[in-house]
T-cell receptor, first 115, second 112 residues
Framework: GAVVSQHPSRVICKSGTSVKIECRSL??????MFWYRQFPKQSLMLMAT?????????EQGVEKDKFLINHASLTLSTLTVTSAHPEDSSFYIC???????????FGPGTRLTVL | QKEVEQNSGPLSVPEGAIASLNCTYS??????FFWYRQYSGKSPELIMS????GDKEDGRFTAQLNKASQYVSLLIRDSQPSDSATYLC????????????FGKGTHLIIQP
């Protein structure tokens, strides 16, 4: 299957700082990438849809000014958590859509801990 | 509101038996259906995708889709301890252009 990478895999930061997470599709071009968040013992919740060259579409309840998404190329999308607070601590997972197979492949996830 | 329902379990199955996982969805416009496996602390791994009514087999896995009943299932034959994980049912209504709606997952335990 297709490979999606995420970096970093784990980050610990102080409250009030910003954290950037990168998501890359390694062997296919992804015009659409997605960002999900998963709290302990809960399912994945879609945060936003990232389209290459255009603004991201955010799900209801997700603050676009807090979670900044940039999809500057067909293989890279970034999520920046601005002014992070402890309640933002979660497992952030990106996925990339392979248009050839209409399938989403997930990155390995980034575990964010805000102190 | 798109909803995907799964029994959270745990579902306990003896090694070598068939594990049956079920999922229902609310949006009749759903077009694509996926089963993902997620180990604790890891991201989901695609197991099966299914798009049309009927059965689709891949090795020990069989996905079944019934759009009239808005029901999708996953059968795992010859269950192995390594199959122990949380299985997530995911549904897409926009032909792939939308993000997936996930169920809460079924925790499967294969007993040696």
């Amino acid at each position: 299957g297709a490979v999606v990478s995420q970096h970093p895999s784990r980050v610990i930061c102080k409250s009030g700082t910003s954290v950037k997470i990168e998501c890359r599709s390694l062997d296919f071009q992804a015009t659409t990438m997605f960002w999900y968040r998963q709290f302990p013992k809960q399912s994945l919740m879609l945060m936003a849809t990232s389209n290459e060259g255009s603004k991201a579409t955010y799900e209801q309840g997700v603050e676009k000014d807090k979670f900044l998404i940039n999809h500057a190329s067909l293989t890279l999308s970034t999520l920046t958590v601005t002014s992070a607070h402890p309640e933002d601590s979660s497992f952030y997972i990106c996925s990339a859509r392979d248009a050839a197979t209409d399938t989403q492949y997930f990155g390995p996830g980034t575990r964010l801990t805000v102190l | 509101q798109k909803e995907v329902e799964q029994n959270s379990g745990p579902l306990s199955v003896p090694e070598g038996a068939i594990a049956s996982l079920n999922c229902t969805y609310s949006d009749r416009g759903s077009q694509s259906f996926f089963w993902y496996r997620q180990y604790s602390g890891k991201s989901p791994e695609l197991i099966m995708s299914i798009y049309s009514n009927g059965d689709k087999e891949d090795g020990r896995f069989t996905a079944q889709l019934n759009k009239a009943s808005q029901y999708v299932s996953l059968l795992i034959r010859d269950s192995q301890p390594s199959d122990s994980a949380t299985y997530l049912c995911a549904v897409n209504t926009g032909g792939g252009a939308d993000g997936l709606t996930f169920g809460k997952g079924t925790h499967l335990i294969i007993q040696p």
